[in-house]
């Protein structure tokens, strides 16, 4: 491969890079806001009325906390990413060490109409890790992606029929990828970051004091990511160390969820929920990269070609159904299970990332809330994916040549969430 040839293959896969990473922290939305919430996979989330976590998923939820109550935890993960070789029978694992999603939330009811609330959250986030040599180089071998997003809200209860609210989301997004460049000539290794803002709205009917009903929107943020790629282990010794500027905007998806419970008895709660993200709308990506001076001279008329980078990925919409049922054994004791299954924004197979190997999940929940005083309460909830449907692992897209390298034996999470709520 020529020199011209083989600085054009690294540029290109440096911008796929920055690309990823940033789309990364858009392509992996976390529903994890809730320990307690996690025991029931989500079902009914924002309107149960028993956690604080009304004001990320659905405010006009607030309505049903009354006076001052704060609210602390976070969630676990651990993933398991088990992939095979078709070709050589190499084995790889992207698993990376658990990493933990906190939440907190404060609410307080100022009177009988108006309550207000501030969230802390990580909405999207991911982590995995590969040998920096395996045959899917190509396709990623590390990324770390960190979101923070503080949200306050407000609700009013209009009548005890109708509860509207709503907020301001304020994000904050990091990313960190890597990356094996083509032909074998190194390694790329992209940071970027970026703040930005949305909005979330929401409303509750009860047509009666057992039965409600929500209906949630979250609208999607666009972030201007800037950052910079590193060139690392490079065979072009001209390019060993090379760091250069990227941006790019990632738009995450907006969110509508349609959710239920009821009260059947003074023991049993069964409680639903519907959730559709729009990722149908990350059709591509337009990359920028802001080249060097030698660099650029070195490819001459081809550098117009890397300066904007367009990047395929052709995802769909994806939806969450889940189920769940919460049963009160005494005052002091609450047990709760749930299950559901999501759908995943991969439509062709050939775009799937090895630092982001989705499928559709299969979720299996259980938990439980101790409530130790009528003011203080321990919740916990622990919650299994399994990876269902197509895992199949390309070099590149179909339609830049790819074929397929292998595929991934298990796609699974494990979820363990521990909470306390107070009551001032």
């Known amino acids: 491969m020529s020199f011209m040839k083989k600085s054009a293959a690294a540029l290109v896969l440096t911008g796929v890079a920055a690309a990823t990473s940033t789309a990364l922290a858009a392509g992996f939305q976390l529903t994890e806001q809730s320990s307690l919430g996690a025991g029931r996979a989500y079902a009914g989330a924002g309107i149960v009325g028993d956690d604080l976590s009304a004001v990320h998923y659905n405010p006009a939820g607030m309505t049903l906390l009354e006076g001052t109550r704060f609210q602390a935890g976070g969630v676990w993960i651990g993933l398991n990413a088990d992939y095979s070789s078709d070709i050589s029978g190499e084995s790889e694992n992207g698993r990376l060490k658990g990493q933990m999603i906190p939440a907190g939330y404060v609410t307080h009811q100022v009177n009988d109409q108006i309550w207000l609330g501030f969230a802390m959250t990580v909405p999207f986030g991911m982590g995995t890790e590969y040998s920096k040599d395996w045959e899917g180089a190509g396709r990623g071998t590390n990324a770390k992606i960190y979101t923070f997003d503080m949200n306050p809200s407000i609700a009013w209860k209009v009548n005890d029929f109708l509860s509207i609210g709503g907020g301001i989301s304020v994000q904050y997004a990091k990313a960190e990828l890597g990356m094996g460049l083509s032909g074998k000539i190194g390694h790329g290794k992209v940071e970027a970051d970026s703040w930005d803002w949305g909005y979330n709205f929401g409303l509750m009917i009860s047509p009666t004091d057992k039965l409600r009903f929500g209906l949630a929107y979250r609208s999607s943020i666009e972030h201007e990511a800037e950052g910079d790629t590193k060139l690392s282990g490079m065979a072009i010794p001209t390019l060993e160390g090379e760091q250069f500027g990227m941006n790019t905007a990632i738009e995450t998806p907006d969110t509508i969820m349609l959710t239920s419970t009821w009260e059947a008895t ?97 979720w299996l929940s259980l938990g439980a809330s101790w409530y130790a005083t009528k003011d203080l309460q321990f919740d916990v909830g622990a919650t299994y994916l399994m990876g269902v449907g197509d895992k199949d ?32």
């Not at 769940?324 to 999501?342: H, L, P, Q, W």
């Not at 790819?402 to 001032?424: C, H, N, P, T």
């Open 266 to 362: 003074e023991q049993l709660r069964l409680s639903g929920l519907i959730r559709w993200a729009n990722w149908s709308k990350f059709k591509e990506l337009k990359i920028k990269n802001e080249l060097p001076v030698a660099i650029e001279s070195g490819l001459g008329p081809n550098a117009a070609l890397f300066k904007q980078l367009n990047i395929e990925n052709d995802w769909q919409d994806t939806w969450l159904f889940s189920v769940g049922a919460d049963y009160k054994i005494n005052s002091a004791f609450t047990v709760r299970g749930g299950i559901a299954y999501e759908t995943s924004p991969i439509d062709d197979q050939s775009t799937r990332m090895a630092v982001i190997p989705d499928t559709d999940r299969l």
């Open 393 to 424: 692992l390309y070099s590149n897209t179909k339609s830049h040549g790819g074929k397929k390298i292998g595929e991934y034996d298990s796609l699974d999470a494990y979820l363990l969430g521990v909470q306390m709520q107070y009551r001032f």
